[in-house]
């Protein structure tokens, strides 16, 4: 079997070798890759941020229906993305034509530093970041519905025991819900068990035949608009006689539920 590095679509032969807690560089997980090159071209190859994988190719015979070998032989290719080691570490040159880079992971503490820098625009300590998050939670309160679902990370989540008031908003499982009736959160009633307190703030579908929106049981449902049903894979409109398009309704149903009342099956 012959192990490889694929960079930039180019495959170099080299021999990775695994390290869980290197403790020569901050307790990372590194690959040390060994390579035959002069030391500027293997500095040059695998820099910081270098997208790069792991190539394995292997001659085995080849077999008929029945499992039995044909005689002739066929390639066997494995791949292996290794672009979360993203680090360029040392570079040994052994003075023999071989050189070992040495590739790493980021720390917890550092992708947690990259993360908060991203979002506020500097770098700032940890400490600075839990002083600025009730700054960011109550300035996410003015954020429409529309803006709001597409940063369900700028909310609280949701906790217990917590008093929850009318409109507040909290992110869970990925989703984020508002609340639809006050009360005092307790164990076992978060907003997808409990869907007559909270309704699921959904703006990234548009509601169209082509894009419905996903129904959950609990959620506002809009007349007018269309919704994916998952439980049946079917889409409905919601309408209801007297009721004009943009008007909203909870309902503590799926689509399929309440057909002929509040929707109407859509032929496929």
Request: with cysteine; charged share 20%.
């Amino acid at each position: 079997m012959a192990e490889f590095i694929k960079v930039g679509g180019q495959e170099y032969p080299a021999t990775l070798i695994y390290n869980y807690k290197d403790r020569n560089w901050d307790m990372r997980e590194t690959q040390t890759v060994h390579l035959t090159m002069p030391y500027a071209q293997a500095a040059a190859l695998l820099t910081n941020g270098t997208p790069w994988s792991n190539v394995f190719r292997e001659t085995v015979d080849k077999l008929d229906n029945d499992g039995n070998a044909t005689g002739e032989t066929e390639e066997v290719v494995t791949e292996e993305d290794m672009s979360a080691y993203c680090l360029a570490g040392d570079i040994t040159d052994y003075r023999d034509g071989t050189v070992s880079v040495k590739m790493g992971k980021p720390t917890e503490a550092e992708a947690s530093a990259a993360t908060v820098t991203a979002l506020v625009g500097q770098s700032i300590t940890p400490q600075r970041a839990a002083e600025l998050r009730p700054v960011i939670e109550a300035a996410a309160v003015s954020l429409p519905d529309s803006d709001a679902a597409k940063a369900i990370e700028l909310f609280p989540a949701w906790a217990y025991p917590v008093s929850y008031a009318v409109g507040d908003r909290v992110g869970d499982a990925g989703k984020l819900y508002k609340c639809q009736q006050a009360h005092t959160s307790q164990e076992g009633w978060n907003p997808a068990a409990t869907p007559a307190m909270w309704v699921v703030v959904d703006v990234e579908h548009a509601g169209t035949m082509d894009d419905p929106i996903p129904a959950a049981a609990g959620m506002e449902y809009e007349y007018g608009k269309y919704y994916l049903d998952q439980s049946d894979g079917k889409t409905y409109l919601c309408e209801r006689t007297g009721e004009a398009a943009g008007g909203k309704i909870v309902l503590q149903y799926l689509p399929h539920e309440v057909v002929g009342q509040y929707f109407t099956e859509v032929a496929a």
